[in-house]
């Protein structure tokens, strides 16, 4: 894969702001592969569960997850990633699902700390499922992610999101301040348009110490960014198309939480400082969400923070 591939303008753009634009440029081929190794491919065939990104009609990225026994997930090849799942009612993910649509995957393994991504369109659709075709492939290091195992229980069979709403309700502005992890969406602004597998759908995770999303009263969104891989596939995409989209999870009951959001990245000021241990900041106004009560048929273990919060108490604490 060539440099030009590997990174958009935006990527690219955050790469050298943060003066790692030509270590970036070189690592960018390596990394990113238009096929999954064997490694991830039976990788994806043992989750139960997968995060999801893609555009609804109006280009705003949603993030989504399905579940279902292991194994529903599976690669007959390595160009290919079959998903025997469809999502519930009233999810966006529904309404995008079409061949040729862009879409984002990302496998992750909770209590081991493993995670894949990958971003392509979608080659095939039917009663059953769909398959995506992939575009990049890659791996993710395993910081900020809470160690805390998956068990499919069954169930959720009438799960379903209900109506959009352009704010949070106590129900979700509690799931929000009680979160250790949340997942977000973004999307180049061509993608689904344009050739390069860069300029797609992407859809990451990111996790901090219980309560390290600051929700203000008039419905804004702030979350830290730690050191990372210097990747900025999110922060990338936000810098030319500034609308995100977040999944909440509560891992004990199971309910879905998912929010439009508009976003910008704060890279100093005062208010940097209050999140100790941040080098930047994700500033995100609420345009909407809806939840789905109940939907997850899975069931996950008491929660062990990730090393790099344990270590360092204060990453991810909010004023």
């Known amino acids: ?53 893609s555009l609804d009609d109006e280009r705003q990225p949603w993030a989504s997850m399905l579940a279902a026994p292991p194994g529903f997930a599976h690669s007959p090849d390595p160009r290919h990633l079959r998903i025997d799942a469809l999502p519930m009612p009233g999810d966006p993910l529904a309404g995008a699902l079409a061949p040729g649509a862009p879409v984002a995957l990302l496998g992750i393994e909770p209590h081991t700390r493993r995670r894949n991504r990958m971003n392509g369109t979608v080659d095939a659709l039917d009663g ?60 180049h602004p061509s993608a689904g348009e344009a050739g390069e597998p860069a300029q797609g759908v992407d859809v990451s995770h990111r996790g901090g110490r219980p309560g390290f999303v600051r929700l203000d009263g008039d419905g804004t969104l702030t979350a830290p960014e730690f050191i990372g891989n210097f990747f900025f596939n999110t922060l990338g995409n936000i810098a030319v198309n500034p609308v995100a989209g977040l999944l909440f999870v509560d891992f004990d009951r199971g309910d879905l939480l998912q929010v439009a959001v508009k976003a910008q990245v704060l890279w ?13 900041l994700l500033r995100m106004q609420v345009v909407a969400a809806r939840m789905a009560p109940n939907a997850l048929p899975l069931r996950f273990g008491r929660a062990s923070l990730s090393p790099f919060l344990v270590c360092c108490p204060e990453a991810g604490a909010t004023p």
Request: proline fraction near 6%; glycine fraction near 12%.
């Open 1 to 53: 894969m060539s440099t030009a591939q590997a990174w958009h303008e935006g990527e690219r753009q955050l790469q050298a702001r943060a003066g790692v634009a030509g270590r970036m440029a070189e690592i960018g081929p390596r990394v990113l592969r238009d096929f999954m190794p064997d490694q991830h491919r039976s990788f994806f065939a043992q989750l139960p569960f997968l995060v999801t990104g």
């Open 128 to 187: 059953r499922g769909f398959s995506v075709e992939v575009g990049q492939s890659f791996g993710n290091c395993p910081k900020y992610i809470q160690a805390r195992e998956p068990v499919f229980v069954g169930g959720g069979e009438a799960a379903h999101f209900g109506p959009l709403a352009d704010r949070l309700d106590a129900r979700a502005q509690a799931m929000v301040r009680a979160a250790d992890t949340f997942f977000i969406a973004t999307a």
């Open 268 to 280: 100093d000021g005062p208010e940097l400082a209050s999140f100790d241990g941040a080098e930047r």
